[in-house]
């Protein structure tokens, strides 16, 4: 079985690939022979569950066409589709991508919610408030900082010059 995450690429892959046109549910679902991508062992059921996620989440929406149910990618739906291939990259280019934050503790739900992304961005915590990846995906979180309004407290840093402590992430 796959894990969720690589039904979520793979969902929003074929969704690119469908551009404007969009796909139908039941071409994902029953005539998986004819996708780009292939969806191994995936049962109807955790689709229809996965493309409920993606809905809710504002990455794909659903319209109506002829009787059909059509889906498309949305900007959020793209943007999340560069992060998760940029995740899944096994190139590394050399640099850290380095988040430094100070959010004030009135404001810990957004705090909470910025560190929880960097979590599943698979951002490895360097000190509390200090988290480092290998992955090229600084632009990402620099919109998300944005995004929670919270540029004054957070800064993303790409460097090549971590000193000893890249040692540490040599194994991430």
């Known amino acids: 079985m796959s894990r969720p995450t690589d039904t979520k690429l793979l969902l929003l892959k074929t969704l690119e690939k469908a551009a404007d046109v969009g796909i139908t549910i039941y071409d ?5 022979h004819r996708s780009i991508y ?5 049962r109807k059921y955790s689709l229809y569950h ?3 996620r993606l809905t809710r989440d504002g990455l794909v929406e659903k319209s109506k066409h002829e009787g059909k149910i059509l889906l ?3 900007s959020g739906g793209k943007e999340e589709l560069e992060i998760l291939e940029a995740l899944k990259a096994d190139h590394w ?7 430094i934050f100070d959010v004030p503790e009135k ?9 929880e992304r960097l979590k599943q961005w698979g951002l490895v915590s360097w000190q509390k408030s200090t988290w480092v990846s290998k992955k090229d995906i600084a632009e990402p979180i620099r919109k998300f900082i944005k995004e929670l309004g919270i540029e004054d407290w957070a ?13 540490t992430f040599d194994r991430r």
């Open 28 to 32: 994902i679902s029953e005539n998986r």
């Open 38 to 42: 292939t969806f191994p062992n995936i």
């Open 50 to 52: 996965a493309v409920h």
């Open 72 to 74: 498309r990618l949305t």
């Open 93 to 99: 280019d050399g640099k850290f991508r380095v988040v």
């Open 107 to 115: 404001h810990r739900k957004v705090r909470d919610a910025f560190r």
């Open 155 to 167: 800064m993303v840093l790409v460097t090549d010059d971590v000193g000893i402590a890249s040692k």
